[in-house]
């Protein structure tokens, strides 16, 4: 029986009834028993459990804290958590931790685990509301990556041919500001508002020279002035208004009709399902040549190849060339572990990643593999 069974047994199960049934009691523990078996079996597969030596006995999650910082508090490997917090099929949302939980360290036969000690409760006043979601704290910093996704992703060569663009600005303007009008011609699709993107780079495997897709900047939106979306045809040039802006709106940027980006608030960090030998971080949005902790990169890799997010990924760096004192010959050093980054978007053949680790400059052309 998985997890999920285990919490809908538990969740749905009268308190008294539960409380006053020895006999189910003495199941349900049994059960959960084989659940921390069969978990740490699936755990040692990958080889046991490494903690820190310091790991705390006890440790009650502060605020700021985020998933990998915890995770790093308890494991040599952090990408592991899965493995250890896989006790708490229990609570209602084992995914998510807050701020004052108490997290306790346990062992069941001979495998380490994580679990928090009571579910978490959120009061509020009438007046207030809020999601429990949005108070678990995240599974990396989300002030480093939500802006980003809300103005980055990585589009299909074919979408950009064919998305409708600025024509141009009213009175001749070169560049257009917010309030301004604009021009624009192309297909329509019955939409009414439309994200303004421009394409930076186009994106490309090393290995191969296959088009991975092109990366573009949000640059901000507008809206159909006085038309009816649905009587518009293909090529039409209409009236538009910007009503955001992020930078300058220049003549060639693309519209797309306004779909918001979501991040994933419970993703955990975890090693790859498949076999990653030979990836490669591609490009650097914003032209930064070094890269370092909390930088984001574009990989290689995408859904394509089943890469997923909370995926973590080794960074390597190519060996420098030594000369052998002997012969004389130069002679390649083997690859140099540099860093550690974890997958937090994944589009069809690339994604974005965040470094989470660096213990040198990191640069374009560096290559990822399992931890």
């Known amino acids: 029986m998985n997890a999920s069974k285990w919490t809908a047994i538990c969740s749905n199960a009268d308190p ?13 523990g049994c059960l959960l028993a084989l659940i921390l078996t069969a978990g740490g079996a699936a755990a040692q597969s990958q080889g046991p459990l490494r903690l820190n030596p310091d790991a705390p006995d006890t440790y009650i999650v502060q605020a700021g804290d985020t998933l990998w910082d915890i995770s790093a508090l308890f494991l040599s490997d952090p990408w592991r958590w899965p493995d250890l917090w896989q006790g708490n099929p229990h609570l209602d949302n084992p995914h998510l931790i807050y701020p004052g939980d108490q997290l306790d360290l346990f062992w069941a036969d001979g495998v380490p685990y994580v679990a928090r000690a009571a579910q978490h409760e959120v009061k509020l006043s009438p007046a207030m509301r809020a999601s429990p979601l949005a108070l678990a704290i995240p599974p990396i910093p989300r002030d480093e990556i939500e802006p980003f996704l809300r103005q980055h992703r990585v589009v299909e060569t074919s979408l950009i041919e064919g998305a409708s663009y600025i024509l141009a600005g009213d009175s001749g303007r070169l560049l257009s500001g917010l309030g301004d009008r604009v021009y624009a011609k192309g297909r329509w699709g019955g939409a009414r508002r439309f994200r303004l993107v421009r394409p930076l780079d186009t994106l ?7 088009s991975l897709g092109v990366l573009v900047v949000d640059v901000g939106e507008v809206m159909l002035e006085q038309v009816d979306p649905a009587s518009l045809t293909e090529d039409d040039t209409v009236k538009l208004r910007v009503t955001e802006m992020r930078s300058e709106i220049r003549i060639g940027d693309r519209l797309f009709p306004v779909v918001d980006t979501i991040v994933d608030p419970v993703f955990q960090p975890k090693a790859p399902a498949i076999t990653i030998d ?14 370092g902790v909390l930088d984001i990169v574009v990989l290689n890799r995408g859904e394509r190849e089943s890469l997923q997010v909370g995926d973590v990924l080794v960074i390597d760096q190519a060996g420098q060339l030594a000369k052998d004192p002997v012969t004389g010959k130069s002679v390649l050093l083997p690859e140099v572990r540099a860093g550690v980054l974890i997958v937090f978007s994944v589009f069809e053949r690339a994604s974005f990643g965040l470094v989470l680790e660096a213990t040198r400059p990191l640069s374009v052309g560096d290559t990822l593999r399992n931890p």
Do not use: H, K, S
């Open 16 to 28: 008294c009834f539960l409380r006053n049934n020895r006999f189910l009691r003495r199941c349900l």
């Open 204 to 210: 490309y495997d090393p290995q191969t020279g296959e």
């Open 278 to 291: 030979d990836a490669t971080m591609i490009a650097v949005p914003g032209g930064v040549t070094q890269i």
